[in-house]
């Protein structure tokens, strides 16, 4: 399974498009490998975005905890300390509603909807590439 | 004409990587994240990938000195391995992986261990084809600065 939540990938351009905000939208990643950090981080901010990192979910929760708030969450599933299931399960109780996007590379179908289950929006098999990114920037501007 | 053959030879150095199945479709989604602002994106991740791994292959390699084998810690191991391979467009070495995780599962020892030997093989003829690829690239400039001839 590639990916659950939102609609069918439509988009087959490969164009980076700029999502056209008034105010950047702000995106938490939440990814332990700091190779796939890099990545995003440097995917999401030529979409436009502004971006913060988390190395795990209680970083994540941490942040929210602080005060932080975000658009959108991008979170790995296998992380130590706390995991993305963990962390989207206790943002959601502390009544986050920041859309939140499961990136994970497990591919089976009962471990992405377990995931799923926990809170997420929708959730991609890594590795995240710009057709994803343009479905959920464009989820998210319709929200 | 000399640049123009430089460039011809550094995108046919490129093809040949994909031809020969080493690279995919998520390398050309790195090379697109390279621009003015992240000029050197590409062989800064690359570099970034093969430093982290160094680890996770003395691990795996030390794990599979042990007995009896940890498979779970050996699947775990690979998992990483396997996501850093993915994000960098690593075709072959990924397969290698998700080999070694099929014999992780059926508990197979000696499947892990061939497996292992093959990966780091891949993973070193990878490395070196992308030395030498952007050693090239480097010296020949990107396409849109070469020189014109007054």
Known sequence: MEKMGFGNVTSTSKTMKIIDTEKKISVLIVEDNLLIQKIHKVMMTKFGTEVQLATNGKEAVDLFLSGASFDLVLTDLEMPIMDGIEATKQLRSMGVTSMIVGVTSRNQDSEIQAFMNAGLNACYVKPLNAEKVTVVLNELKNI | ?150
Do not use: W
């Not at chain 2, 053959?5 to 150095?13: I, W, Y």
């Not at chain 2, 991740?45 to 599979?64: E, G, K, M």
């Not at chain 2, 508990?107 to 990966?119: H, I």
């Open chain 2, 1 to 150: 004409m000399d640049r123009n053959k430089q460039h011809r030879q550094v995108a046919l150095m490129r093809q040949s990587l994909f031809d020969q199945g080493l690279l995919d479709e998520q390398f050309v989604q790195l090379e697109e994240l390279q621009d003015d602002a992240n000029p050197n994106f590409v062989e800064e991740v690359v570099t970034l990938f093969y430093r982290d791994s160094a680890r996770l292959i003395l691990n795996i390699d030390q794990a599979l000195d042990k007995s009896p084998l940890d498979f779970a810690k050996l699947d775990g191991y690979m998992h990483q391995f396997k996501g850093s391979a993915s994000s960098i467009g690593a075709k072959k070495v990924k397969s290698e992986c998700t080999l070694f995780r099929e014999y992780c599962k059926a508990g197979n020892g000696e499947g892990c261990k061939r497996t292992f030997q093959q990966l780091k093989k891949e993973y070193a003829l990878l490395r070196k084809k992308l030395e030498t690829y952007f050693q090239l690239a480097r010296q020949v400039g990107p396409v849109e600065t070469a020189c014109r001839r007054i």
